[in-house]
């Protein structure tokens, strides 16, 4: 972690794990080494939160759900499993539960409760699909009072990474359970974790208090105050005021980069910055009538300037990514051809492709408009304006780009059916990069899927993916990777832009800023207030 002086590396706030904020205004005199309560405001509200489906804030979600496993620090750490062995097949992982731990509602938190909530998830099969961990679950077994068994229908190496995975394999009460799953919903969000959701109103507030009787270490705050804003504006006024203690997040759709700019000239926080923790890219469709071809696909790739979008628009804050995913990445330190700013290069390709200059200044073939549309969730400056950015880009080699933005709900029902030309997209990050990331792609109802779809090999890809997940040789797995990688940067369906990070902003007096592996995730439960 590095920290810095000034606001310029806040780009952004992430998928609303962002902003904290609240309630109370703290003077610059105050002692902030007597508050108990974290005030965190979000311009979502947390609403459904059962570990077990994906409506809930994943943040939230984090704070009273634990799983057998947790990521951290890049490696794969004890959680409410002490210990574990796999047996020598790769079929059979044999979990030692932790003891005294119960839920916060008192039920104990056993083998059978494991079995219980195993058993659910693997019922709603459908809606995880995406994540192939849940399709290679055979059986799930009670050995003793604290001692569960996963049994696996073949080898999966991701298992224990997956297990620890924000969602589903997180641990609600039995007593939760409606009608002996969660497949339709839960009577309470009750957990093993640090924090317990004490009240929550609708699209207003949520508060967070403290487990007293938690197994592990107890918080240093009291309670997390979560604040439904909706306007980013309100927010900002909110940090300006002294009601809020903390910005965070690595996306761009809670507060403007020119209010950015205001709060780095004040030069009076802390500001942190993670490790790069996922990728930017633009999705190009190879299913859609004009990017279909290969050589339009690979002049878009050449004609867009990251420098522009890293330095004008991230404020530098971001490494530029050359392949879609980074060679830190496990299995993707591969060398892969990569594409440099080149106009030139560009407009040759688009020649070739027999997209002729007109004489307003855009393409044509066969008397139709090199005309295509990238379409963005319109609550997110950023990514508009990275849109404006590329916009210009492609103007100056002869393609004209519409930007469509548009509400978060209706750019993501475009996604899954396909019905765009350019999308900005996100990978998932660690720890979920690369193997859940690329196992999604097979899922028609994600964006990476839809932009695929058009390719020659697609078939050849998913069905190579699956064969990744299964696959008990490393050295194996390393070369399907890196067929699948290589094939996929040749076919020029991403353009990678950058490898974000994610971003904090404290006030002077809140220490314990840090970040965990996934951006998903914030955690609370090691910050403190002091002098």
């Known amino acids: 972690m590095k920290l810095k002086k000034g606001l310029a590396v806040l780009v952004a706030a992430v998928l609303c794990t962002g902003i904290f904020a609240g309630c ?36 939230a979600q984090n704070m009273v759900f634990e799983g057998l496993t947790k990521n951290e620090d890049g490696e794969v750490k004890p959680a409410l499993a002490e210990s574990w062995e796999i047996s020598a097949d790769g079929l059979e992982y044999t979990f030692h539960l932790r003891k005294g731990v119960t839920f916060t509602d008192g039920a104990a938190f056993n083998a059978e409760a494991v079995k219980l909530n195993m058993d659910a998830i693997v019922g709603n099969l459908e809606r995880h699909a995406w994540l192939d961990m ?6 799930n077994v009670v050995v003793d009072e604290h001692t569960y068994k996963l049994v696996l229908k073949q080898p999966y190496y991701p298992t224990l990474v997956e297990l620890g995975l924000t969602r589903p394999f997180r641990f609600i009460s039995p007593n939760c359970f409606v009608n002996g799953t969660t497949e339709e919903g839960v009577s309470g969000y009750i957990g093993t974790g640090p924090w317990v959701l004490s009240e929550h109103v609708d699209n207003q507030y949520a508060t967070f208090t403290q487990n007293e009787n938690y197994w592990g270490e107890k918080t240093k705050i009291k309670t997390v105050n979560w604040k439904v804003m909706p306007d980013p504006q309100t927010i900002l006024l909110a940090l300006q005021n002294g009601e809020v203690d903390l910005l965070f997040g690595a996306d761009g759709d809670q ?22 923790i996922a990728s930017r890219a633009i999705l190009i469709n190879s299913n859609s009538p004009i990017t279909k071809d290969i050589k339009v696909r690979e002049a878009i790739e050449y004609a867009v300037n990251k420098e522009n979008i890293i330095q004008g628009i991230l404020n530098g804050s971001e490494d530029q990514a050359d392949t879609l995913l980074s060679k830190e990445v496990p299995y993707c330190n591969i060398d892969l051809k990569t594409i440099s700013y080149n106009q030139e290069k560009a407009k040759q390709l688009l020649d070739e492709a027999g997209w002729k200059l007109g004489t307003d200044g855009v393409r044509e073939k066969d008397c139709q408009k090199c005309e295509i549309t990238l379409s963005y969730n319109s609550k997110n400056a950023q990514e508009g304006t990275i849109a404006a950015s590329i916009q210009a880009d492609l103007a100056a080699v002869g393609i004209k780009m519409n930007i469509l933005g548009e509400e978060k709900q209706a ?5 899954k059916t396909g019905d765009f030309d350019l999308q900005y997209s996100l990978s998932w990050g660690t720890p979920y990069d690369p193997q859940s990331y690329v196992s999604s792609w097979r899922i028609p109802a994600h964006g990476d899927y839809q932009a695929q779809v058009g390719l020659e090999k697609k078939q050849w890809l998913d069905e190579t993916i699956t064969k990744i997940m299964i696959e008990a040789d490393d050295t194996k797995r390393a070369e399907m990777y890196k067929e699948v990688l290589t094939y996929i940067n040749d076919q020029y369906v991403y353009i990678p832009i950058s490898y974000s990070k994610t971003k904090a902003v404290a006030i002077d007096g809140l220490n314990g800023v840090t970040f965990n592996d996934s951006q998903y995730e914030i955690p609370f439960e090691k910050m403190y207030f002091s002098k």
Do not use: W
């Open 24 to 59: 109370s205004s703290t003077s610059a005199n105050s002692d902030v080494s007597t508050k108990e309560a974290l005030n965190y405001a979000c311009t979502k509200d947390i609403r459904d939160i059962n570990p077990h489906l994906y409506s809930g804030e994943m943040s």
């Open 134 to 139: 849940v399709n290679e679950i055979k059986e």
């Open 255 to 276: 507060v403007d980069l020119d209010s950015y700019k205001k709060l780095e000239d004040e030069g009076a926080y802390k500001t942190y910055i993670s490790e790069p």
């Open 411 to 415: 750019f993501l029902d475009r996604q």
